[in-house]
């Protein structure tokens, strides 16, 4: 009584350095369920895939074992079963599907929190399957160590199997995941839109569909070529969209000034030698993307520079980062570091 997508198969899934010890433990998991990793506890930020993993070893032992009896539920899902069960005096049903169980797959489990009852419950679940060798897979948006008023009793058994982290993919992982995504829907994106998208959105995959069907919801009601000038068209809303993540403009120049040895009073100098040129110019880009400041005000900040000035900045290193894939590569290695930057 549950639903899987057929989309979330392993074979569909793209793997990078952001995640390969969880694809590898879930693949592990799939062949051996009870014996490789129990449990195995995958946690990460929104749109990362945990969802597609649990799913996709599912599917994998479905294929091979068809008979086996799994229980995939979201957390919510487990704990409205709970509470109704109560209610009703349906207990017995209640424990029946969940301790009988093969496998119990249990999506966000970090909604237990606060829950004291439900998570009494899950105890006992827990323990029973465990008890059985019965393998246990669960996804959460943070560590065991992480998720708020949570029984030590639980945290410490999540961490009995293995704990795989995921996180934002890297450029080329994003590259590989909308060359994936484009060719599940049947189209030919060029390499030059598909870098371009993958510099742009940085964030995760879920974001990374939702470009692609962007783009090619342009060029079909538009009847046009999927070309770079659509594709700016196309993703302008998703990504002039303020980030949650704010950068202060200490943080940026903290990151640039860092990355390229050069000192806040040359990025305000007057100085036109290149070594300081270009820095001064990603400091404009990265502030205009991930602050609020205006363009005079950014110009204000950098020695002084008028609007046109900085308009022609971030031009620049919006040019330069698409006919060059190393340089791509080091904006994003930047705005990764400013991601990480303390508050
Ligand atoms: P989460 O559960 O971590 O929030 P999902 O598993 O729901 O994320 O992933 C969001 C979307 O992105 C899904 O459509 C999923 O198929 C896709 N996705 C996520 N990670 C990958 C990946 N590594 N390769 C291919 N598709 C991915
Ligand atoms: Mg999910």
Redesign the pocket.
Known sequence: DFVL?P??TFS?????P??QLA?AASVAVANQPGTAYNPLFIH????????????GICQAILTQRPETRIVYVSCEAFMTQFIESVQRGQMLQFRHRYRYADMLVI??IHFLSSRERSQEEFFHTFNELYQANKQIVL?S?AAPSEIPHLEERLMSRFQWGLVAN?TK?HFE?RV??LR??AKLRGVDVPDEVIAYMAQRIDS???E??GAITNVLAHAALGGRPIDLELAAEALGDQINQPRSNHATLQQIIDVVTGYYSVKLSDLQSRRRHKSVTEPRQICMFLARRHTRYSLEEIGGHFGGRDHTTVMHSIKTIEERSQVNDGFAREITALEERLDQAPA
């Open positions: 997508s989309d979330y569909n899934f793209i793997t990078g952001n995640n694809y990460g930020g929104v749109g990362l895939g945990k969802t597609h993993l649990l799913q999506d966000d996804s948006d995921v993919p992982t590989a995941i994936a995504k995760n995959a879920r990374l569909e």
